[in-house]
């Protein structure tokens, strides 16, 4: 009986050196192509799903991969700022967000994630004017990013707001490719 899945094995081995490339790992052989280099996949990419699926610290490693291959620019910097701000680590957070700003003063996403983890943190001041950076570097397009600035300006303008929004249970929501947005249960 154990005959027949050998003569399957040998078959499919057969056909496999029969295909096109044989069996080496070249693009039109018959492994999956970009597998075999790895090189031609973009951590970036795979990270942004990793987040999607809230596999955080899998996107962390998927990003820190892509900063490795294309070098530490915006989207690695803050990518890697947003994996750990998912983690909880908002130290961390805010150093990799912060470098992304410097980087490229232009990019939304980066200064929006910022925002977020000022509020977190309770710097309200600092995070509407982070929020300002971002509306004005989206040229406004952005209604989360406007909800966010109206938020930290309410907090900012009404100091109660702080105490009310220890209460509330603000969560952090992915939006598009690495912005967030406070949201409230209410």
Request: overall charge negative.
């Given at each position: 009986?154990?005959?027949?899945?050998?003569?399957?094995?040998?078959?499919?081995?057969?056909?496999?050196?029969?295909?096109t490339g044989g069996l080496n790992r070249s693009s039109d052989g018959v492994f999956a192509p970009g597998i075999s280099?790895?090189?031609?996949i973009d951590g970036l990419v795979v990270g942004h799903r990793l987040m999607d699926a809230g596999e955080y610290e899998l996107a962390l490693k998927s990003y820190n991969r892509a900063a490795a291959q294309q070098g530490l620019n915006v989207d690695t910097m803050s990518a890697i700022g947003s994996a750990n701000l998912n983690l909880g680590r908002l130290g961390q957070a805010e150093r990799w967000l912060r470098r992304a700003v410097e980087e490229d003063p232009t990019f939304p996403p980066a200064w929006n994630n910022l925002g977020v983890i000022l509020m977190e943190k309770g710097e309200v001041a600092e995070a509407s004017e982070v929020f300002r950076r971002a509306f004005a570097a989206?040229?406004?397009?952005?209604d989360e990013i406007r909800d966010n600035l109206r938020l930290a300006l309410a907090n900012l303008e009404n100091p109660s707001n702080n105490a009310l929004q220890e209460n509330q249970n603000f969560n952090l929501i992915r939006r598009g490719a690495g912005d967030f947005v406070l949201s409230s249960d209410l």
């Amino acid at each position: 009986m154990m005959v027949r899945p050998f003569i399957v094995g040998l078959l499919m081995l057969f056909l496999a050196a029969c295909a096109t490339g044989g069996l080496n790992r070249s693009s039109d052989g018959v492994f999956a192509p970009g597998i075999s280099g790895m090189s031609s996949i973009d951590g970036l990419v795979v990270g942004h799903r990793l987040m999607d699926a809230g596999e955080y610290e899998l996107a962390l490693k998927s990003y820190n991969r892509a900063a490795a291959q294309q070098g530490l620019n915006v989207d690695t910097m803050s990518a890697i700022g947003s994996a750990n701000l998912n983690l909880g680590r908002l130290g961390q957070a805010e150093r990799w967000l912060r470098r992304a700003v410097e980087e490229d003063p232009t990019f939304p996403p980066a200064w929006n994630n910022l925002g977020v983890i000022l509020m977190e943190k309770g710097e309200v001041a600092e995070a509407s004017e982070v929020f300002r950076r971002a509306f004005a570097a989206d040229n406004g397009n952005s209604d989360e990013i406007r909800d966010n600035l109206r938020l930290a300006l309410a907090n900012l303008e009404n100091p109660s707001n702080n105490a009310l929004q220890e209460n509330q249970n603000f969560n952090l929501i992915r939006r598009g490719a690495g912005d967030f947005v406070l949201s409230s249960d209410l």
